[in-house]
C-alpha cells in the first residue's frame, strides 16, 4: 500500500531551475535509499542521482554540479534539485526509493514526472 508521488515537473527555459519531489503515501519506518532516475524519448532509463544509507550521493557526469539530491524525513519527501537546465536534461523524471515498512524492504517507483527544456 505505499506509494510515491511526484510532482515538480514543468516546462523551463534553458538556464532555468526545478525542484522535484517524491512523497512517500503510506506509513514508513524509515528510506533506506534514494535515487532519480530519467527517461528520454527513445532512450534508455538512466540513474541520475542516488544516495544510499551511510554513503555520499552519487550523479551522473551530466548532472554533477546542477543536481542535487535531498530528503526530508518529517515529510517523507525526496527532492531533485535541478539548477542551470538544459535541452538536453528533457525527460520523464522517475523517483525510487528503497523503503523499510512493516512488511519489510521494498523497492517503490513514482509515477514519473515530465521535465522540458526548451532551448
Known amino acids: 500500500q505505499v506509494q510515491l508521488v511526484e510532482s515538480g515537473g514543468d516546462l523551463v527555459q534553458t538556464g532555468g531551475s526545478l525542484r522535484l519531489s517524491c512523497t512517500v503515501s503510506?506509513?514508513?519506518?524509515?528510506?533506506?535509499?534514494m535515487a532519480w532516475h530519467r527517461q528520454a524519448a527513445g532512450k534508455q532509463r538512466e540513474l541520475v542521482a542516488g544516495l544510499a544509507e551511510g554513503s555520499s550521493p552519487n550523479y551522473a557526469d551530466s548532472a554533477k554540479g546542477r543536481f542535487t539530491i535531498s530528503r526530508d524525513n518529517a515529510k517523507n519527501t525526496v527532492y531533485l534539485q535541478m539548477d542551470n537546465l538544459k535541452p538536453e536534461d528533457t525527460a520523464v523524471y522517475y523517483c525510487?526509493?528503497?523503503?523499510?515498512?512493516?512488511?519489510?524492504?521494498?523497492?517503490?517507483w513514482g509515477q514519473g514526472t515530465q521535465v522540458t527544456v526548451s532551448s
Open positions: 525510487n526509493l528503497l523503503v523499510h515498512a512493516h512488511t519489510g524492504l521494498s523497492s517503490k
Open positions: 503510506g506509513s514508513i519506518f524509515s528510506i533506506k535509499a
